[in-house]
């Protein structure tokens, strides 16, 4: 007998160690001929300097003539990522990983409590519904149902006071613009017409009356993707009446403004509209919807500094402000004069940036320390009561709730911590696991690290390393090197399905957390704008020399990838240095860095980038970086992907366009360059999970094949 088990448990390791295999790189990859796109001259005169412009033609996306190159450039793509052996087990693999229930943290509406679950491959997130904690789940709004292939998403939701109606946005191939439904919640009815043309909008309702919404005047048939959106309008819409009928309650010609959002408090006393021309500093309006006789009161009437109401407490408002305090803080003032020379500190700047929010009658202070998540709880006068004990040094997000609630509900996540929901006591400041991630990831195999480089100019600049533990600092671990870099967003530790493929491979992912971003306030962030901007890149170049120098890499095995900002961020990097990686991933990039600002809403980005238009200094400025401008004939560039939509009419799919096709002509090596072009997508949001996986295996598959890496197949 004992025999017997020894022969059956032998077999077994035999055949558990034959289901790991190697699957080699393809020694023979064959590129088939790049379309040859037509060049037709066209100049541009900036200052007395011609610009020529030869791929101008690709910015008419709806054309069919670019139509047409989309088609035949995907044809390359595919062609090309068809012949790499482990393509498919990628693929197989991350469905596989990502074939787990996924929920988001709950919240209360009426007498429901509310939360989106995926059963694991569903290809939109499902929004469900129970009465109480103990009550049967029951799914509320399905958007698999909107489309057959799952391009359809749901784009927010927002509830009336009372949870007997709710309004939802849909976006449709991607788009930013969006339709709005409105149903019952007793029985998912729906009431009245569906809004539509409505983009960059909340939506908040007054009662159950109807609500306030943003959008944009419709651009002219055929240029709706990448037409100009300049002047945004806020409507209020009433409940079953013509979307024709809507008041515009703010903007418009007598006020134009770029951005206008709007929201109620929660006691539906204040109406507050945040006003901006860019992506940084707004105006702050505050209108008393109990008087009727009441107009708008200018709170903070200069773009100079971001702003918002955070709540009130009758006619006492809490208002978080940057004004005089780079890294942001706290006050309150009341409704009679609300202007900033009335403003009392509340809760003070910290050298660490500040993220405030209300809940259960408290305010919780999420602090950034060094992109780590630091949180306190104070009372309404500003006394600290805790600092909350967090699972472990990552991002923790989600402190809010409405006034009368015990309590909430946050989520918790680092680069090797899968996304975990906690439930929070807000009385005894008590956390306990609420829902755990699903998710085939063992934290323990896995090391991530916080490490402090130096820029070019010497600022210190911190970086993530994520890898599996015991791996050898020989410059032969494949990397990816994440960044972004501006916009004041900062880059906060959370956890991917889709980098454990890399991790596996015994493979590294390195986040930067680059100069342009937020990470260290409204000065970190201005030392990355206009004139500043070189700084951005010279950061994530050091951040790439670094990891060469202490050996976690080489440039032969170091990719690098950013999407949107960060799309630019890659295209100039590789442009600069291009013998310093081997593979890039410029996604939805602003790549054309003379024009970003004649497409939708690109102008409102000039905050952080300036604009040709400027002045002759700025367009030079701008001209020695533009990845499309900067690239060289005759140049060997880095394994090149780029990846965009026909749907993105945010970074419209002409920068990417324009750069692939320039790009094509002008490198020389063996290196492939590819543009791979989603369809019926947009920026990002919303895309179908077949779409993601899809597109995460292309970029895994073309990153290991490029390095000569091959593929470890891993089952659980």
Known sequence: MHKKWSIVILALGLIGCNREKMIEANPQMKLKPYPETEKIAHTDVYFGVTIDDPYRWLEDDLSAKTKAWVAEENKVTEDYLSQIPFREAIRSRLANLWNYERYSAPFKEGEYIYFYKNDGLQNQAVLYRKKGEEGIEEVFL??????????????????????????????????????????????????????????????????????????????????????????????????????????????????????????????????????????????????????????????VDNFEKNHDILGNEGSRLFIYTELGAPNGKVVTTTIADPRPTTWDNLIPETQ???????????????????????????????????????PGIGTASGFDAKKEEKYLYYTFTSYIHPGTIYKYNIATGVSERYKKSGVKFDPSRYVSKQIFYTSKDGTKVPMIITHRKGIKTDGTSPTLLYGYGGFNISLRPAFSTANIILLEQGGIYAVANIRGGGEYGETWHIAGTKMNKQNVFDDFIAAAEYLIHEKYTSSEKLAIAGGSNGGLLVGACMTQRPELFKVAFPAVGVLDMLRYHQFTAGAGWAFDYGTSADSKDMFEYLHSYSPYHALRPKTAYPATLVLTADHDDRVVPAHSFKFAARLQEYNTGDNPVLIRIDTKAGHGAGKSTNMVIAEYADKWAFMLQNMEMGYITHHD
């Open 352 to 390: 660490n940036v500040l993220s405030p929010s209300l809940g259960g009658g408290k305010l919780f202070a999420s602090y950034l320390q060094d992109a780590i998540s630091v949180v306190k709880q104070f009372d309404l006068s500003g006394r600290l009561e805790r600092e909350i004990e967090l």
């Open 142 to 299: 399905d958007p698999n149902s909107f489309s057959e292939d799952g391009t359809t998403s749901l784009a927010g939701v927002s509830f009336s006071k009372d949870g007997s109606l709710v309004a939802y946005q849909i976006s449709e191939g991607g788009s930013d613009w969006r339709k709005v439904i409105v149903r019952q919640t007793a029985d998912k009815s729906i009431v009245g017409d569906t809004l539509v043309d409505v983009k960059f909008s909340a939506l908040a309702w007054h009662g159950n009356n109807g609500f306030y919404y943003s959008s944009y005047d419709k651009p002219e048939e055929g240029s709706a993707l990448s037409a100009m959106t300049d002047q945004h309008k806020l409507y209020f819409h009433r409940l079953n009446t013509s979307q024709s009928a809507d008041e515009l309650v703010f903007g418009g010609t007598a006020m134009p403004r770029r951005y206008i959002n709007a929201y109620l408090t929660e006691d539906e006393r204040f109406l507050v509209v945040s006003a901006a021309n860019t992506t940084s500093g707004n105006e702050l309006y505050i209108k008393d919807l109990s008087d009727i006789s009441s107009s708008f009161v200018a709170i």
